[in-house]
């Protein structure tokens, strides 16, 4: 019973110390933070002493700086006004002057007014008295003066005039043969004339009869394919391509030199090596219009109408070639235009493209300076330009350009051996014949051969049948017979020929 009690009291005991001991360790802390918070406190107001102390100081210098800004502003404002005073009072000064000016300009004009009144005055007066004396108004009096003058000099004036219209005529015919045979001078193209026929070298007379094939099949299929004719004889080493379409006979050529280099040589393969001809002649026509471009210093043209230009190597006018003759009426319109002032730059670009039309005047109804005018037109050339391709046919072209340029085309074309005009009547008969026969429906291709004494005619398979090839050929000659004139006879040969086309895979 006694541990009990004693734990008891112990335990009593020991409560009693611990509030006694947490009691003052809490007193002690409480003082602690006391002390701690007053210190803060008191901190906190020396820290603000401080700050207000800064802030005044601060705030004095401002207001000092500010008093010290204003009073300069002051001084620069009383020193602006003081100039304002000085230049008021300057053009109060000038103002005063300008108006008594004014005052002694307006008493001037007054008494030249009244000085030019009693002149006018006085002049009419001493008319009047002249007129009296002579008998004669003002009006007679000038006419009678100036018949007197007119009959004494009307002898020495014509005279005079005539004499200075015959020296002007020499002068300018004279300076105006100098331009030009300068121009001629400083061109010096040199100009060959195309023929109907074309060589192709061979490695061997035996490459003539591969050439011709068996029962001539070879040879046919590259007269058909091309629309030439090969025309193969004693000569040795060289086969001859016939036609009068200088663009033919050069895929021809270049059709066999492939086919002979290529050895093989049989229908099937012919196709195929004037079609990479063809391709091969494209590219050459591009390349051909660049060089030309270039060559006159032609900057700015349009790829389509540089490939348009390059067309004309393989187009002839009498036997002239039409892009060598651009060139030269290019150049020699460039040089005239310089000695008489006019922009050459233009000029020469005018005469380069002045027979751009030919170029496709064989595809486009119409004459070739219509169709080279809307050619231009269509690639956005100035009208001065586009205008020379029509100005240069006409008798009395409207702008000076077209001038130079028609005078250029005249020298370039009457240069001796330049053209000839039985080559040319000799194209157009072809021409003509080749568009008899395209005229009529289900005409493929139309070929003239034999300098024209054949026509061959591919018509469309599915458009015409046999008997309807047969009254074609007839309707044809019929319609030569009547439209055309030439020497002897031509024949029509009609090939209607239909390909079927399968493969095996």
């Known amino acids: 019973m006694l541990t009990p009690i004693l734990f008891i009291l112990g335990l009593a005991v020991g409560i009693g110390v611990g509030y006694v001991v947490r009691h003052l360790v809490i007193s002690k802390r409480t003082a602690t933070a006391e002390r701690r918070a007053?210190?803060?406190?008191?901190?906190?107001?020396?820290?603000?002493?401080?700050?207000?102390?800064?802030?005044?100081?601060?705030?004095?210098?401002?207001?000092d700086e500010a008093k010290s800004d204003e009073r300069e502003r002051r001084k620069e404002l009383l020193q602006t006004q003081k100039r304002l005073e000085q230049r008021?009072?300057?053009?109060?000064?000038?103002?005063?002057?300008?108006?008594?000016?004014k005052i002694d300009l307006e008493n001037k004009q007054s008494e030249a007014i009244k000085i030019k009144e009693d002149l006018q005055n006085i002049k009419e007066q001493g008319l009047e008295k002249l007129q009296k004396i002579a008998r004669m108004s003002k009006e007679e009096a000038a006419q009678s003066l100036?018949?007197?003058?007119?009959?004494?000099?009307?002898?020495?004036?014509?005279?005079?005039?005539?004499?200075?219209?015959?020296?002007?005529?020499?002068?300018?015919?004279?300076?105006?043969k100098h331009l030009m045979a300068t121009a001629m001078d400083r061109c010096a193209m040199s100009l060959s004339v195309e023929t109907t026929t074309t060589s192709v070298e061979i490695p061997s007379d035996d490459m003539k009869g591969r050439i011709i094939g068996k029962e001539g099949r070879n040879i046919k299929a590259i007269e058909q394919a091309t629309g030439t004719e090969i025309v193969v004889d004693d000569t040795p080493g060289v086969i001859f391509v016939s036609g009068f379409s200088l663009l033919r006979r050069h895929v021809a050529r270049l059709a066999l030199e492939k086919l002979i280099s290529d050895g093989r040589i049989h229908p099937g393969r012919v196709e195929e090596a004037v079609e990479d001809a063809k391709k091969e002649i494209a590219k050459d026509i591009r390349r051909a219009g660049e060089d030309a471009a270039h060559e006159?210093?032609?900057?700015?043209?349009?790829?389509?109408?540089?490939?348009?230009?390059?067309?004309?190597?393989?187009?002839?006018s009498y036997g002239h070639n039409v892009l060598q003759h651009s060139k030269e009426v290019a150049i020699l319109a460039g040089l005239m235009a310089s000695e008489l002032g006019v922009d050459p730059v233009v000029t020469k670009k005018a005469g380069l493209?002045?027979?751009?039309?030919?170029?496709?005047?064989?595809?486009?109804?119409?004459?070739?300076?219509?169709?080279?005018?809307d050619i231009m037109k269509k690639f956005g050339l100035p009208e001065e330009v586009a205008y020379v391709s029509i100005g240069h046919h006409e008798d009395k072209p409207t702008s000076v350009i077209a001038l130079v340029v028609k005078a250029a085309d005249a020298i370039s074309g009457s240069r001796p051996g330049?053209?000839?005009?039985?080559?040319?009547?000799?194209?157009?008969?072809?021409d003509e014949l080749e568009d008899v026969a395209s005229s009529f429906d289900g005409v493929d291709k139309v070929y003239a051969i034999?300098?024209?004494?054949?026509?061959?005619?591919?018509?469309?398979?599915?458009?015409?049948?046999?008997?309807?090839?047969?009254?074609?050929?007839?309707?044809?000659?019929?319609?030569?017979?009547?439209?055309?004139?030439?020497?002897?006879?031509?024949?029509?040969?009609?090939i209607r020929e239909n390909r079927i086309i399968e493969y095996a895979r």
């Open 38 to 63: 007053e210190e803060l406190v008191h901190e906190a107001k020396q820290q603000e002493k401080e700050i207000l102390l800064q802030a005044k100081e601060k705030s004095l210098k401002v207001i």
């Open 88 to 101: 008021e009072s300057s053009f109060d000064k000038k103002l005063l002057s300008l108006e008594d000016r």
């Open 146 to 176: 100036i018949k007197n003058i007119e009959q004494e000099v009307s002898d020495d004036l014509t005279a005079r005039i005539r004499k200075l219209e015959r020296e002007s005529q020499d002068v300018y015919e004279e300076k105006a």
């Open 296 to 316: 006159i210093g032609v900057v700015g043209l349009d790829p389509k109408l540089i490939q348009i230009l390059g067309r004309l190597k393989y187009r002839t």
């Open 353 to 373: 493209l002045h027979d751009i039309g030919k170029a496709l005047d064989h595809e486009i109804k119409g004459g070739h300076p219509k169709i080279g005018y």
């Open 418 to 430: 330049a053209r000839k005009d039985t080559y040319e009547q000799y194209l157009q008969r072809l």
């Open 450 to 494: 034999y300098a024209g004494r054949e026509v061959r005619v591919f018509v469309k398979p599915n458009q015409v049948d046999d008997w309807a090839a047969k009254k074609l050929a007839k309707d044809i000659s019929a319609k030569i017979e009547h439209e055309l004139k030439y020497p002897g006879e031509i024949k029509v040969n009609v």
